[in-house]
């Protein structure tokens, strides 16, 4: 399984950015896809989820209200939409697969990509 995560770049405060993360390989109804993020010097956080098979999401409460995990099954592609941005939201973001009914911490993943790097500006 490989993700690839796209989507970052700069954005002024307010702004607004989506973030795509494909997945290679078939992704299960078990499945959870996540999103996570680190800036720098900081450790890696978790940000939004969603399971696969019901679509139900779940937010880190830093982003509840603000971003919007989504999935399209017949692409394989799992969304972030990121709205009323601020410069605390500038990290690396990641999108990761688990196959564990947990979902809010980094080791629940089994599979992670890249990372697209999103800067905000004030």
């Known amino acids: 399984v490989q993700l690839q995560a796209s989507g970052g770049g700069l954005v002024q405060a307010g702004g607004y950015l989506r973030l795509a993360c494909a997945a290679s390989?078939?992704?299960?109804?078990?499945?959870?896809m996540g999103w996570f993020r680190q800036a720098p010097g900081k450790e890696r956080e978790y940000v939004a989820a969603?399971?696969?098979?019901?679509?139900?999401?779940y937010y880190a409460g830093s982003v509840k209200g603000r971003f919007a995990i989504s999935r399209n099954s017949a692409e394989n592609t799992a969304y972030l939409q990121m709205n009323r941005l601020t410069p605390l939201d500038t990290a690396l973001y990641y999108c990761?697969?688990?196959?564990?009914?947990?979902?809010?911490?980094?080791?629940?993943?089994?599979?992670w990509g890249q990372g697209t790097l999103v800067t905000v500006s004030s």
């Open positions: 969603i399971r696969w098979g019901t679509g139900k999401t």
């Open positions: 390989g078939r992704t299960f109804s078990s499945h959870i």
């Open positions: 990761a697969r688990s196959v564990r009914g947990e979902f809010n911490f980094a080791g629940a993943y089994d599979y």
